[in-house]
């Protein structure tokens, strides 16, 4: 999902309107429409921290484009980047829908990375294998 998007639906599950993110986040009306319409990104990275703040969002959710989906696609096809979309989708509903409190936020994402960094390793030690 680009940046305009994810700023689009964040800001309708919040139920505000344009305006009132523009004003929230000391943009001009405008430049937020920009930011929706995809026209611009924020310059200044404090605007990516304001925005995460607003929706109760980490910023790297925010910075993140379509690699990850894109990268399943390449490897399993259709149906490993319909997978990996939904996966996405879930963890940004999770932990944008406020129903988590920051511990567990942050113990999600310490599991996450943990199997992340054993399938990078178990990966590793297979190619080794194979090119032996």
Do not use: C
Not at 14 to 43: C, D, F
Not at 49 to 64: E, M, Q, R, T, W
């Amino acid at each position: 999902m680009e940046f305009k998007d994810k700023l689009r639906q964040l800001r309708k599950e919040k139920q505000i309107t344009q305006i009132e993110a523009a004003e929230l986040i000391g943009v001009s009306v405008r430049t937020y429409k920009n930011y929706e319409l995809g026209n611009s990104l924020p310059r200044y990275r404090e605007i990516y921290h304001k925005l995460g703040d607003l929706y109760g969002v980490n910023i790297n959710y925010l910075l993140a484009e379509d690699e990850f989906l894109n990268k399943a696609g390449d490897i399993y096809g259709q149906r490993g980047y319909l997978q990996a979309k939904n996966l996405m989708i879930q963890m940004g509903a999770l932990f944008s829908g406020g129903e988590l409190s920051e511990s567990d936020k942050d113990a999600v994402m310490r599991q996450m990375q943990e199997i992340y960094w054993d399938s990078k390793k178990e990966n590793k030690s297979k190619k080794e294998g194979n090119d032996e």
